[in-house]
């Protein structure tokens, strides 16, 4: 008889995750299905990289036609969708100039090499240490899991990269103790989203901006999960009224597709020359086909309606006993449950038909940007039957 998909993938793919009881087979929109044709409505979005939703007609157009055209040439060479996406990026968030990565753990790297690359030629090789915050994700690279400021993420693997030291989030003060000579940059994300969906306060990240400037210290904002439109504005730092000097990205901007980039002020866009860095996929073709597609959906109306559904979602999940909290901006929300697990909420979702999220105690949701009042009301209804029961 033959195996199930279930067993050969245990069988052969490393068990380095705790797959949920699910074989998806496809999705539309919101939806998805699962081997038995049971519809799930997901609120994941692959962990916020499907902001147009499973499938989208306009990105699968998008892509199908690059595909057909050209897949890859290798960074040696010039492809029109790799400048494109450049420079729309750029005009888009103000930035100078990007380099192109794979994933989020991979763009951290190249901010990372940016930020002691810019202090080594301005001050020398021992200005080069990272204060990062505790309660942070970063990635799961040697590098970027020293970036992490969560010890759970520092066993098995020694010696980690040195020059890591950790501050307490929206505590000022903790941050300027750690600030010496020999500090070269501050890296955080906006949204705590792996650490459980924890927004900083902007008197907190204001003055950690000014700090970094008065001192000629990079700051490093980590997107990866809350750029590209999530937190309805394009770059969370707009919220914050911050200008940060590298801002990565990465999960929502392929729409599906592995990218990562990270974006530099013009005072580090050419710290980077050349051979000092690269990435055989990066910049590729057809990712960043389907990048473009994105980036043209994203528009001011489109993150403005990101905002409002954000904040109805938020309103209807306040209003199921409970719920104590919901944090969070834009479409990415942290629930704070009253008595319950988070992680048997989400098991119990799945029967239910709604994927959701955890993150730390919380349940974490990350839907698809499309996601419409409709299909929100369904969430909500089947969010409340967990919860309430
Ligand atoms: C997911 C995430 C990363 C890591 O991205 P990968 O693509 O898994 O390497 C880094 N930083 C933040 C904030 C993330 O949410």
Known sequence: MAKSVKEIDKKYVTNTYNRYDLEITEGMGVNCYDIDGKEYIDLSSGIGVNSLGFCDMGWVASVTQQVCKLNHTSNLFYSQPCALLAKALCERTGYEKVFFANSGAEANEGAIKTARKYSFDKYGKDRNKI???????????????????????????????????YAIANDFDSVKKLVDKNVCAIMMELVQGEGGVIALDKD???????????????LIIDEVQTGVGRTGKFLASEHFGI?????????????????????????CADTLGYSMHGTTFGGNPIVCAGANYVLARIDEDFLFSVEQKGEYFKEKLLQIDGIEDVSGLGLMLGLKLANKKSSDIVKEGIKKGVIMLTAKEKVRLLPPLVITYDEIDKAVAIIKSLIEN
């Open 243 to 267: 200008k940060p000097d590298i801002t990565t990205l990465a999960k929502g901007l392929g729409g599906g597709l592995p990218i990562g980039a990270v974006l530099a002020r013009e005072k």
């Open 131 to 165: 204060i990062t915050l505790i309660n942070s994700f970063h990635g799961r690279t040697v590098t970027t899991l020293a970036a992490t400021g969560q010890d759970v993420f520092h066993n098995y693997f020694y010696p980690f990269t040195e020059g890591f030291e």
């Open 204 to 218: 907190f990240v204001v003055n950690v901006a000014k700090l970094c400037e008065a001192n000629d210290i990079l």
